[in-house]
Nanobody, 121 residues
């Protein structure tokens, strides 16, 4: 099992920036990919960005060019740098990880508690 703790959310004006962090603990040696999701009120949770163990990244179209995902393996932490924030980015942001148990790959089994991001003037 992997435990995840997100931080860095808050209230920001449109056009502003925030940097989210997600620290992993527990069975971290098995972690492969890491990712961020978000869930806005009344909407389903959606994928924001992922990063593999080889630092390959993938982004939702809605955040391409504005958000950057990165990871620090020494700190077992994944980051989400969010620039040019828009009101539509308002949501609770969650991180998750992919990890192997033997030859079985698990994605999305572990989630943090989430961190609220509110973009408003």
């Amino acid at each position: 099992q992997v435990q995840l703790v997100e931080s860095g959310g808050g209230l920001v004006q449109p056009g502003g920036s925030l940097r989210l962090s997600c620290a992993a603990s527990g069975n971290i040696f098995s972690i492969n990919a890491m990712g961020w999701y978000r869930q806005a009120p009344g909407k389903e949770r959606e994928l924001v960005a992922t990063i593999t163990s080889g630092d390959s990244t993938n982004y939702a179209d809605s955040v391409k060019g504005r958000f950057t995902i990165s990871r620090d393996n020494a700190k077992n932490t994944v980051y989400l740098q969010m620039n040019s924030l828009e009101p539509e980015d308002t949501a609770v942001y969650y991180c998750t990880v992919g990890y192997y148990v033997g030859i079985s790959y698990h994605w999305g089994d572990s989630w943090g508690q989430g961190t609220q991001v509110t973009v408003s003037s």
